[in-house]
């Protein structure tokens, strides 16, 4: 009886380790996937001077030709 009891106890444990894990894994899902939207809305620094090249462009200065 007492073996059954530690099987039942060992098999509720490994579920509540697994449910623990899946949870976790969920929640790190889902923070990987907010901060990759976040990153891809900040324009990189290539970005900004790319758009910085081109109105100068619009001015045509002759020094900003590429």
Do not use: G, W
């Not at 996937?33 to 809305?41: I, L, V, W």
């Not at 620094?45 to 200065?61: C, G, T, Y």
């Amino acid at each position: 009886m007492k073996t059954i009891t530690l099987i039942a106890l060992c098999l509720v444990f490994t579920l509540s380790l697994s449910a623990q894990q899946n949870n976790a894994n969920e929640q790190l899902q889902t923070i990987h996937a907010e901060y990759a939207s976040y990153k891809s809305k900040i324009p990189t620094q290539k970005d900004s001077l790319e758009v910085i090249r081109q109105d100068l462009m619009k001015l045509n200065h002759p020094s900003f030709a590429k």
